[in-house]
């Protein structure tokens, strides 16, 4: 899935509005240094629902132009973490500070940041196309499946990014994933999906040590479980549940 996140600084949203009043000024204040996000910045529940988000951001810019004090006085939605975020991106930003007839002095900024998703965020899982598992890679893929189904943070709300959100909302949202992803988290689903990898890869056992393209392995995993388990059927009704009774920003629209 591909993010966009992008830092949208209107002129006026520049402007200094108070210590010292703006028409003292000589010179507002400008970026040198833009905010830069990273779309390892995306809330992670946020990212799989395909939700976006605009934040705006006040900030006092210090006589040496660092965004300092800032903070998020308005966000749609809430509650799944972007306004922390926003906050953060802003204040990694640089400006040159706003100048009244004799010095750099204090002023004040508003930004906009807004979050959005630029591809489908649940598109059709590929067919999986490979050999037949041997029965030694189908043991192999229950060791897998005990091993992963044992670990508590394959269960945690940390993999799911809930672990930020209100009590109650989240208590909800993992019920909900606990009943639609039921069979995707089942001992049968792992133990097959990770079979059919090794006879892909022609391996009849799981390597000792994490492999060094791992994240391949996990995306093979992902597309191994076509037939065992429809995931964007899952995530579309996650998604609509999630923004029937909550709000889901200003771009989602329900299937």
């Given at each position: 899935m591909?993010?966009?996140?992008?830092?949208?600084i209107?002129?006026?949203?520049?402007?200094?509005?108070?210590?010292?009043?703006?028409?003292?000024?000589?010179?507002?204040?400008?970026w040198?240094?833009?905010?830069?996000?990273?779309?390892d910045?995306?809330?992670?529940?946020?990212?799989?629902?395909?939700i976006?988000?605009?934040?705006?951001v006040?900030?006092?810019?210090?006589?040496?132009?660092?965004?300092?004090?800032?903070?998020?006085?308005?966000?749609?939605?809430?509650?799944?973490?972007f306004?922390?975020?926003?906050?953060?991106?802003v204040?990694?930003?640089?400006?040159?500070?706003?100048?009244?007839?004799n010095?750099?002095?204090?002023?004040?900024?508003?930004?906009?940041?807004?979050?959005?998703?630029?591809?489908?965020?649940f598109?059709?899982p590929?067919?999986?196309?490979?050999?037949?598992?041997?029965?030694?890679?189908?043991?192999?893929?229950?060791?897998?499946?005990?091993?992963?189904?044992l670990?508590?943070?394959?269960?945690?709300?940390?993999?799911w990014?809930?672990?930020?959100?209100?009590?109650?909302?989240?208590?909800?949202?993992?019920?909900?994933?606990?009943?639609?992803?039921?069979?995707?988290?089942s001992?049968?689903?792992?133990?097959?999906?990770?079979?059919?990898?090794?006879?892909?890869?022609?391996?009849d056992?799981?390597?000792s040590e994490?492999?060094?393209?791992?994240?391949?392995?996990?995306?093979?995993?992902?597309?191994?479980?076509?037939?065992?388990?429809?995931?964007?059927?899952?995530?579309?009704e996650?998604?609509?549940?999630?923004?029937?009774?909550?709000?889901?920003?200003?771009?989602?629209?329900?299937?």
């Amino acid at each position: 899935m591909a993010f966009a996140l992008a830092i949208a600084i209107a002129p006026q949203s520049l402007a200094a509005t108070s210590s010292p009043d703006a028409s003292e000024l000589t010179t507002p204040p400008t970026w040198i240094e833009p905010p830069s996000p990273t779309p390892d910045e995306y809330p992670l529940f946020a990212s799989i629902l395909g939700i976006t988000s605009e934040v705006q951001v006040e900030c006092r810019v210090s006589d040496e132009g660092r965004p300092v004090d800032c903070q998020a006085v308005s966000s749609r939605p809430t509650g799944l973490g972007f306004e922390p975020i926003a906050v953060a991106i802003v204040e990694r930003g640089r400006l040159s500070p706003a100048r009244d007839e004799n010095s750099a002095v204090e002023s004040d900024i508003s930004v906009r940041v807004p979050f959005s998703i630029d591809s489908d965020p649940f598109p059709p899982p590929p067919s999986w196309e490979g050999p037949e598992p041997s029965p030694a890679q189908r043991a192999a893929g229950e060791v897998y499946a005990r091993r992963v189904l044992l670990d508590p943070a394959y269960r945690s709300d940390a993999r799911w990014g809930l672990q930020d959100m209100p009590t109650a909302m989240r208590d909800t949202v993992r019920d909900w994933v606990d009943e639609l992803f039921r069979d995707d988290m089942s001992f049968r689903t792992l133990s097959l999906a990770m079979a059919r990898v090794l006879a892909r890869r022609g391996l009849d056992r799981m390597p000792s040590e994490e492999p060094a393209d791992w994240s391949d392995w996990v995306a093979e995993l992902q597309s191994a479980k076509s037939g065992y388990f429809d995931a964007q059927a899952a995530n579309i009704e996650l998604r609509r549940r999630y923004c029937t009774r909550y709000d889901c920003g200003p771009a989602v629209a329900l299937p």
